[in-house]
Nanobody, 124 residues
């Protein structure tokens, strides 16, 4: 139902734009989030956005570099990633909050369903 795309290999300092498109169901009334998981590490929150786009929240590690946005008409959420660092390397996932439309949660347990991830690799 959720498909992330846009990942790839990029050099440090470069940019990527991830997209998360929903099919079969609309998520326009829910908070949407981006998470990432590096090998051997737990899934971590990256960014979240309220249903209207009026509230956004970022992990401190990406604040000022990443921008989350959404287009409810297209049932799509975006993550613009700038000034990428090798430590940003991970599989990136998008997910809908299970119930919230305004409060941006940061823990994976608050989100579901999850889409298939997209690999982002940043070379030094």
């Amino acid at each position: 139902q959720l498909q992330a795309s846009g990942g790839g290999l990029v050099q440090a300092g470069g940019s990527l734009r991830l997209s998360c498109t929903a099919s079969g169901r609309t998520f326009s009334r829910y908070v949407m989030g981006w998470f990432r998981q590096a090998p051997g590490k737990e899934r971590e929150f990256v960014a979240g956005i309220s249903w209207s786009g009026g509230t956004t929240r970022y992990a401190s590690s990406v604040q000022g570099r990443f921008i989350i946005s959404r287009d409810n008409a297209k049932n799509t959420v975006y993550l613009q990633m700038n000034s990428l660092k090798p430590e940003d390397t991970a599989v990136y996932f998008c997910a809908a909050d299970r119930s919230s439309s305004t409060t941006v949660h940061t823990t994976p347990v608050d989100f579901g369903p999850w889409g298939q991830g997209t690999q982002v690799t940043v070379s030094s």
